[in-house]
């Protein structure tokens, strides 16, 4: 049995319909319009215990939405969500302890208490045992290094501080299915790799992620499944792999040689490969498509030719993908 | 009971802050007892001009200026956070609420002390302490144990209306109470002897909204007071309606969150 699922899960979201201004304002006083918004339109989706998924898709696609509905945090207007075969709502208090969830945009901690307080009352909350808070604290210190910030005030924390205490927060209470919006949100490199290696753990662990990101280098190397939602559609819902095979399949080798190569000795010892010069004579860009010709046989067939004193090879990341999805240029089957 | 333990757990998380914030402390400490003597003195200059009010003498009004005081300083205590709902829906300060283990409105009630409340109680106390040295009644164990369970009934109600007032926000999109305020207005009526209005007056203080419940009715029964006073015996059970009223709206309402777009 899955351990989420929803069926035909939909939010329409009534907003009123104003006019601009303040003569718009006193008119609806008078004049109630309303317009429907579809957040969420019909999805069916099923995660199963100790699954990893992707959930992405552009601005304003019914992510935060769909988050918010599979946790409970909203009625859906039709459809229905069940968690571990229980409903949100009715019942609540069971569900609240087998999910975790993270807002990257919003804290749960107290603002005016230190970052160990907040945990502890968390706790107590939860109803953590003394003895499987502090193991759980100390694997999460090892990966978020908390250690510095435990004492920090809730409001003194750097974003960055914040989010790993956050994500602890999150997940004090050992959930067994962990909602992730946009958890990287506004963090700096160093930061969002150790966010990214807490993800790995946990993954590992078996608890089931759903991770919804911006940031799609976010997603690769963690999920193996990909659910792309656009106006509030599900799109596609596949393996990631899969669609990086398919559609991600061109690569660049970019080489710097010792002395100037003519492009037309280089294009000829490369057939089906595209070789361009780049922003020095000395340096060159070779496209290739991965399935008729390897990385290994292009570097080959150039040293052959000449000195090569550099070589990279570039492989197009999930992102560029999707992107190309979200512009409509690809579809996805 | 761990429902009640954790409440104090919440509501201590506040508590640190509250310390932070001395002046803010001493102003408002300050501000409520200067409010309840200026009462205190508009009072006494009243029942210098007219001897009682339908049969209620100084003493007895000011018993009742101190019921409504103690229960408004209990709600503003212990449950100040429900005067943040409005503020908590209209933010989505409810996402997270929503995925704990603990009631919503308690979470809500909890998020903030109003730490002015510790001299409304201590004011009403003192006002109901002197009126009760003033005023005649045979005292048994049972009529004190009575006035007790009245006593308590009559917060229970003050709370709820609070509660069920603010989750009008709810319906309403406001970030301000500005429903639950008007009503605790209107509330400050019930501080006289509800004989003296009008019909429609009596009627919505008496049952639409029970304010008269939490001084009127209840001490009208300790003192022996007006006519009616078995009404007064009802204090229990119209607390009760009113904390299940409170409760079915605040849940009816919580179905209609939509949260706040990120």
New interface residues.
């Given amino acids: 049995m899955p351990i989420v699922e929803a069926r035909a899960l939909t939010k329409v ?1 009534r907003r009123p319909d104003k006019g601009p201004g303040l003569a718009g304002s006193v008119k609806h006083l008078f004049a109630r319009r309303f317009q429907d918004k579809v957040a969420v339109d019909h999805i069916d989706l099923s995660i199963e215990a100790g699954e990893a998924v992707a959930y992405v898709g552009p601005n304003g696609a019914g992510k ?1 939405t769909t988050v ?1 509905l599979l ?5 859906p207007t039709q459809g229905e969500v069940r968690i571990d075969g229980l409903h949100p ?1 009715r019942d ?3 569900v ?2 087998r ?3 993270l ?1 990257g ?2 804290t ?1 901690l ?4 230190p970052v160990a ?2 945990l502890a ?2 706790r ?4 953590v045992d003394p003895a499987t808070y502090r193991k759980r604290l100390a694997r999460f210190d090892e990966v978020l290094e908390l250690g510095e910030i435990l004492t920090v005030v809730g409001r003194k924390l750097s974003l960055g501080q914040r989010m790993r205490a956050d994500l602890a927060a999150a997940l004090i209470h050992g959930p067994q299915v962990v909602y992730l ?2 958890p990287t949100i506004g963090l700096d490199l160093a930061v969002k790799e150790r966010v990214r290696e807490f993800f790995r753990s946990i993954r590992d662990e078996g608890t089931t992620v759903m991770l919804t990101s911006h940031d799609l280098a976010d997603i690769e190397g963690f999920c193996r499944r990909l659910v792309i939602i656009d106006e509030g559609r599900i799109i596609f819902d596949g393996d990631l792999e899969a669609v990086k095979d398919r559609y991600a399949r061109e690569r660049i080798l970019h080489i710097e040689t010792a002395r100037p190569v003519p492009l037309e000795t280089l294009r000829a010892s490369l057939p089906g490969a595209q070789v361009t010069v780049e922003d020095s004579p000395l340096r060159y860009a070779v496209r290739f498509d991965r399935f008729t010709m390897t990385a290994g046989h292009a570097v080959t067939a150039l040293a052959g030719l000449t000195d090569l004193v550099d070589f990279r090879v570039d492989e197009p990341s999930i992102e560029d993908v999707i992107r190309r999805v979200y512009s409509g240029e690809l579809v996805l089957g | 009971m ?1 429902t009640v333990r ?1 409440y104090f ?2 509501l201590g ?2 508590f ?2 509250l310390l ?1 914030y001395e002046a803010d402390f001493l102003i408002l400490a300050a501000a409520t007892v200067l409010m309840q003597v200026v009462n205190i003195v508009f009072l006494a200059a009243l029942f210098a001009k007219v001897p009682a009010l339908n049969g209620w003498t100084f003493w007895s009004v000011l018993m009742m200026f101190g019921a409504v005081a103690l229960a408004e300083g209990v709600g503003s205590l212990f449950f100040d956070g429900m005067w943040s709902l409005a503020w908590q829906i209209n933010r ?1 300060q ?3 609420f ?5 009631p919503v409105a308690l979470q809500s009630s909890s998020a903030a002390i109003g730490i002015n409340g510790l001299s409304n109680i201590i004011m009403g106390a003192i006002m109901i302490g002197t009126a009760l040295a003033h005023v005649d009644v045979a005292w048994t164990p049972w009529l004190a144990l009575l006035g007790v369970v009245l006593l308590i009934s009559s917060v229970v109600i003050k709370v709820s209306i609070n509660l069920a007032t603010n989750a009008v926000s709810f319906w309403l999109a406001s970030p301000t109470p500005m429903f639950a305020f008007a009503m605790h207005q209107v509330g400050d009526l019930a501080r006289f002897p509800l004989t003296i209005y009008p019909l429609a007056l009596k009627a919505a203080l008496g049952v639409v909204l029970p304010f008269a419940f939490i001084g009127f009715f209840p001490i009208a029964f300790l003192l022996d007071t007006g006519q009616s006073r078995w009404i007064g015996l009802l204090t229990p059970l119209v607390a009760a309606y009113c904390a299940g009223a409170a409760i079915l709206i605040f849940k009816r309402g919580l ?5 706040a ?2």
């Fill in positions: 979201f935060s918010k946790s409970g945090i909203l009625v709502q609540r208090m069971t609240a302890h999910i975790g969830v807002f945009q919003r749960q107290w603002w005016d208490l307080e907040s009352v968390l107590d909350i939860y109803g919006d946009e | 761990r954790l757990r919440l998380a506040h640190r802050s932070e989505g409810l996402d997270y929503l995925v704990r283990p603990y179905r209609r969150y939509e949260s777009g990120n």
